[in-house]
């Protein structure tokens, strides 16, 4: 007996090594440190901090991955992962400036690895985040052969006495909401429920596209847009719409003298959410609970710069959606 056949293919994964390093050295820069297939690489400190502090925080993509699964559609997974850490680390202005990624397989399958390794080379590109390296783990007889699980871990810098937090807010800051065209990454075990039965290459409702292709659309990924409304010196704060929905998230990034009122009707759901909660009957206050209904970032600016934040981050069509008081 050998450890191919107890199920971990040693040839397969040097292989996948290879076809996978041109992807994963393309987000790479000057600041780089190490080489590609090492131990571990590095990341220099960018010039100009005065007094630099590292973030660091970690997540994955959840349940979301067995949609993908069923479907074979794994292009757009990268975005997910990348997406849930980046945008945590931009809540405390951090820009990030490594990333690396953990993927898990019940057995190594050359086409689907690659794509998603490709894929989530491509988000740390749109982030402007080096992908420093990662793991593929084989767990056969733990995991099912076609199954996969991911995470990530993302580092950030951000000057000590420039990052945000709720300690910042203030009463008369307005919220601005950065919009979601999707469920992103979240809700996913009930969304999995609501279309257990449902043939996922039907037409989804109302929309020109699959149920399946609605459902994994990739989550957009924020940060480079709110490091430019940081840069305008007008956020106070700022809260990434995550599990919970936007009153659980936005809470947490406000002073505990103050709470957020927000208009919850000022937008409107993308139709995903409308058509979830018709087919499951599902109250308001339940899809408010469990997911970002169209608001997936938000950023808690002083009133007085508010034109110029919503300026920077005109591509995720914002809007003010409430504003700071004293708490009651």
Request: charged share 25%; net charge negative; hydrophobic share 45%.
């Amino acid at each position: 007996m050998d450890y191919r056949d107890a199920g971990v293919d040693l040839d397969g994964a040097d292989a996948h090594v290879e076809r996978i390093a041109p992807r994963v050295t393309a987000t790479w820069h000057d600041d780089v440190v190490g080489g590609f297939g090492g131990f571990a690489a590095g990341i220099r400190l960018p010039e100009g901090y005065r007094s630099p502090v590292l973030m660091m925080c970690t997540d994955g993509v959840g349940t979301k991955l067995e949609l993908a699964r069923r479907t074979g559609r794994w292009e757009g997974v990268g975005f997910d992962l990348v997406a849930m850490s980046v945008d945590d680390l931009v809540v405390a202005g951090a820009k990030p400036i490594g990333f690396v990624d953990y993927m898990a397989v019940g057995a190594l399958d050359p086409a689907r690895d690659e794509a998603i390794v490709a894929s989530i080379a491509e988000a740390c590109s749109v982030a402007g985040c080096p992908l420093l390296g990662g793991e593929t783990a084989e767990h056969p007889g733990v995991m099912e052969p076609d199954a996969v699980d991911l995470a990530g871990a993302a580092m950030g810098v951000v000057e000590e006495d420039e990052r945000l937090g709720p300690e910042r807010t203030r009463e008369g800051d307005v919220v601005i909401g950065l919009r979601s065209p999707n469920l992103r990454s979240n809700g996913f075990s009930l969304v999995r429920r609501v279309f257990e039965s449902a043939d996922l290459d039907a037409r989804f409702p109302e929309e020109d596209a699959s149920i399946a292709e609605v459902l994994l659309r990739p989550s957009v990924i924020y940060t480079p847009a709110v490091l430019e409304a940081v840069a305008t010196g007008g956020v106070h704060a700022a809260a990434h719409v995550t599990g919970g929905g936007l009153m659980a998230n936005l809470t947490r990034s406000v002073a505990p003298h103050l709470e957020a009122v927000i208009d919850h009707w000022s937008w409107e759901w993308p139709n995903v959410f409308t058509q979830i909660q018709r087919l499951a009957g599902i109250s308001v206050e339940e899809m408010r609970r469990t997911f970002n209904l169209g608001i997936g970032f938000c950023l808690i600016v002083d009133p007085d710069n508010a034109n110029a934040v919503i300026a920077a981050v005109s591509q995720h069509d914002p809007q003010v959606i409430g504003t700071l008081r004293a708490r009651d």
